[in-house]
């Protein structure tokens, strides 16, 4: 019962890097996201994909781009790493993305860029 | 745009007793949902308890209940007789009801300290 995989748990970039987070779910979710979480900041949106072949930006998209390579899979990429993207990665996955539905998450990506 | 606030960055109660997390909330929307999110050190997000906006009776799951006052809009999560498995990262959140695939907002936490 994997629910939702992210790979890796934990990177550390130089700055200029570029590198892929990978999220795949087995829940048949139409939804699923990417936020960041930073302390004190809480969980901020970076994108999301409210159904396959459908993106849309979040609240700090900047530096970043995605892909719904299809249902299962939802990736992140940071095409030339900053200090300032040093953070925890959150993927999560839902079945519609509206009502009450709970989100599953995953259990996250440490990402240190020095 | 919605947001979400959390005025108490770090709170901490003695085990057995109660605490109250505070949640308030900013939106010209009537309806809506809310819900309270917990972090334990494990990293792990789990979906605490959920309350939709044009329901009146609070949202209650176990020891964890909610004061939800629309007018204030305020949300604030009770629990009763904590454990020290409470202790963890709470998240208030929100969603539209009206925006059709609408992600959640949260607020910025309270970190929950459970004393032995």
């Known amino acids: 019962n994997a629910g939702v995989t992210q790979t890796p748990k934990f990177q550390v970039l130089k700055t200029g890097q570029s590198m892929t987070l990978q999220c795949a779910q087995d829940m048949n979710h139409n939804s699923m996201y990417w936020y960041r979480q930073d302390p004190g900041m809480g969980l901020r949106l970076i994108y999301y994909?409210?159904?396959?072949?459908?993106?849309d930006k979040g609240e700090v998209p900047n530096g970043y781009n995605v892909s719904r390579l299809n249902k299962r899979e939802f990736s992140l990429r940071l095409e030339s790493a900053a200090p300032s993207q040093t953070s925890v990665y959150f993927c999560a996955s839902s079945v519609s993305g509206t009502g009450n539905e709970k989100l599953f998450f995953g259990s996250g990506t440490q990402l240190s860029v020095l | 745009a919605q947001t979400v606030t959390q005025s108490q960055p770090e709170m901490s109660v003695q085990e057995a007793e109660t605490v109250t997390l505070s949640c308030t909330y900013d939106t010209s929307e009537s309806d809506y949902y809310l819900f309270w999110y917990k972090q334990p050190p494990s990293r792990q997000m789990i979906l605490v308890i959920r309350?939709?906006?044009?329901?009146?009776q609070n949202a209650t799951e176990n020891r964890f209940s909610v004061n939800f006052q629309k007018a204030a809009k305020s949300f604030s999560l009770k629990i009763s007789d904590s454990q020290l498995g409470d202790a963890a990262m709470y998240f208030c959140a929100y969603r539209s009801l009206y925006s059709g695939n609408t992600p959640l907002v949260f607020g910025k936490g309270t970190r929950l300290s459970v004393i032995a």
């Open positions: 309350q939709e906006a044009y329901k009146q």
């Open positions: 994909s409210a159904s396959e072949g459908t993106t």
